[in-house]
């Protein structure tokens, strides 16, 4: 079981993250990709929330393959190209993550692999079998 921290002590979050997330001995670890908002048939998006939609389908997706769950994740790092996406960003994340409170960065870069693209997700996650 993941123990979360946030921390009274600390500036809170505007978002529903966590200040650190504590993995238990025997765990095991998953690191993802970075996960980008392209459909199974090569189409990306152009809507900010829709390719953060198709981010956290691929991240479930990636997840189940080793029995995970979006709630076993303890970090992500999002990259996001446009300052003014952060908010939907997290509406979507707050979504598919509920009361989960994974640790996370986010950073405003200049581009991604493609031009297309505005987020790119990458995640770690820990279970105990």
């Given at each position: 079981m993941l123990k979360?921290?946030?921390?009274?002590?600390l500036y809170s979050h505007s978002s529903n993250v966590a200040h650190g997330v504590e993995?238990?001995?025997?765990a095991r670890l998953m690191f993802t990709n970075g996960q980008v908002g392209t459909k199974?048939?090569?189409?990306t998006p152009e809507a900010t929330a829709d390719?953060?939609?198709?981010?956290?389908?691929?991240?479930?997706?990636?997840?189940k393959a080793a029995y995970m769950t979006l709630g076993d994740v303890v970090r992500f790092d999002v990259?996001?190209?446009?300052?003014?996406?952060?908010k939907t960003f997290?509406?979507?994340r707050d979504h598919f993550m509920g009361d989960h409170k994974p640790g996370a960065t986010l950073l405003i870069v200049?581009?991604?692999a493609r031009p297309e693209l505005k987020i790119e997700v990458e995640a770690v996650a820990a279970k105990v079998d």
């Open positions: 979360v921290h946030v921390l009274d002590e993995v238990p001995a025997g199974p048939d090569g189409v390719q953060a939609e198709v981010i956290f389908g691929r991240l479930k997706a990636v997840l990259y996001l190209t446009d300052q003014a996406d952060v997290v509406e979507v200049k581009g991604l």
